[in-house]
């Protein structure tokens, strides 16, 4: 059973903004919100976190939170809680982590495997600025083989961490295209992960069907605009 | 003092003070009245140094505590505070709705189905409490919160319960005094934890809140039993 997320947020509107974004890469994903107080005020409640709690699946929750109050109510809500051994708490940042968490928990990595992916974000994401998807530089993309492949060395300090491996799983489940990367399943968020490559390695990328030329451009735009990272 | 007829034994008119449910429930009430009649005063210390919501957020969340009470009467004082830490951290919001909350939850643990709580018990339910904030908040001593507030109350109330020939009023007037000047003592700190920590230096010279919600409500727990 796939693990189920909670969002706990100070603001109704960010929790159900970031479950309205985590969903889109992860639509099979349950993620429930906890977001402001009962009355409709900037604010956590536990009522809130463990109604949501109470929703989730049997596959294990992973709760991700917003600022210090969210994170003492959530604790609070794991004191309550009948099963606390089916819930753990992520100390990540709330949006990163969700997408993180979420496309996971998509691939169907058990809870513990979803929370260290919501956790391997880091700090505050900067976003690359739109991924230059023509620029390919070294990568050369050939016709051969697979319909097309791509070899881009990873630049950027962290190398391929969970979210790297976030942004090209999602991207690439939304292309019409099989693409593996050295081998593993580019859609899959762990899959990449496991690949353990760090800052030099060399990704190989092969893919085929549709898209699988965008598809190469894809990961090798991203790789060489380092995530958008340092 | 006290009250009339029941422990005509007791010694110098004095009637030794029974912590069970009703006290605990008085507690609580008289806890609401305090936080309702101090709103302003909270109001106007965290607008000082936070967010300026304590006063409203404690006086919103004990109203629903009576609500709860009124509603659902505990049977034991453990459940009353248990039900107590469920209404704060559903209805206060702010960071003090699960740092309160863990309070009364660890104190409520710590007293069990007890019926009636010796003075000894109830320091220890007060060191739960304070251990629980600790845990929750992260805080120390001397970090300009309740804290500070709380851990001189934990410890005169373990120096009455041990000296103090088991009189539960002792303890709970050793505890009320002893948080009182402690939230006195938050006056000149330098706030190291929660929104008043962005302040740096500019927060001393002013009372934390919570500090001083905490002594309101330890002061009440005297008022219940006198």
Redesign the interface.
């Known amino acids: 059973m796939t693990v189920s997320l909670v969002v706990v947020s100070h603001s109704e509107k960010i929790a159900d903004g970031a479950a309205e974004l985590a969903a889109q890469m992860a639509p099979d994903v349950l993620v429930l919100t906890a977001g402001g107080t009962t009355d409709g005020r900037i604010g956590t409640s536990l009522e809130k976190v463990l109604a949501a709690l109470d929703k989730a699946g049997s596959g294990g929750t992973v709760i991700l939170t917003d600022l210090g109050s969210a994170v003492m109510t959530a604790e609070s809500a794991l004191e309550f809680a009948e099963n606390p051994e089916e819930m753990v708490l992520a100390d990540a940042p709330l949006v990163e982590g969700l997408v993180a968490a979420a496309v996971a928990a998509q691939g169907g990595a058990d809870m513990h495997a979803v929370r260290r992916a919501a956790e391997s974000v880091g700090g505050p994401a900067r976003q690359p600025e739109d991924a230059p998807l023509k620029a390919i530089g070294e990568g050369p993309v050939t016709g051969k083989g697979p319909d097309f492949t791509g070899d881009f060395e990873l630049v950027n300090q962290a190398g391929m961490h969970a979210r790297p491996a976030a942004k090209i799983a999602g991207g690439l489940s939304g292309l019409d295209a099989e693409v593996t990367v050295n081998g593993v399943d580019g859609a899959s968020m762990t899959g990449l992960m496991t690949l353990a490559a760090g800052k030099g390695s060399v990704l190989h990328v092969e893919a085929w069907g549709a898209d699988a030329e965008r598809a190469v451009n894809y990961v090798g735009g991203l790789v060489q605009a380092g995530f958008g990272e340092p | 003092m006290g009250r009339a007829g029941a422990h005509g034994g007791a010694p110098l008119g004095r009637v030794a003070v029974a912590l069970d449910v009703t006290w605990a429930v008085k507690w609580l009430t008289l806890s609401a009245q305090a936080m309702a009649e101090h709103r302003v005063e909270l109001i106007e210390l965290d607008r000082a140094i936070g967010d300026s919501d304590h006063g409203e957020?404690m006086d919103r969340g004990f109203q629903a505590v009576l609500d709860k009470l009124a509603e659902a009467p505990p049977q034991t004082p453990g459940a009353a505070l248990k039900l107590t830490a469920?209404t704060l951290?559903?209805?206060?919001?702010?960071?003090a709705?699960?740092?309160y909350?863990?309070a009364f939850?660890r104190a409520a643990t710590s007293l069990g189905d007890a019926a009636e709580v010796d003075p000894a018990a109830w320091a220890g339910a007060l060191a739960a409490a304070r251990d629980g904030i600790v845990a929750?908040?992260k805080a120390e001593s001397g970090d300009k919160t309740m804290v500070d507030a709380w851990t001189p109350a934990v410890e005169a109330a373990r120096k009455a319960a041990m000296d103090g020939n088991g009189d539960a009023l002792t303890v709970l007037v050793a505890a009320a005094e002893a948080a009182e000047a402690g939230a006195v003592a938050t006056d000149p700190m330098v706030a190291r934890k929660?929104r008043a920590s962005y302040l740096g230096e500019r927060s001393a010279g002013h009372r934390d809140p919570g500090a001083a919600s905490s002594a309101l409500i330890l002061r009440a727990a005297v008022g219940a039993a006198a």
């Open positions: 957020n469920m951290m559903s209805k206060v919001g702010g960071a709705g699960p740092l909350g863990t939850l929750r908040g929660g």
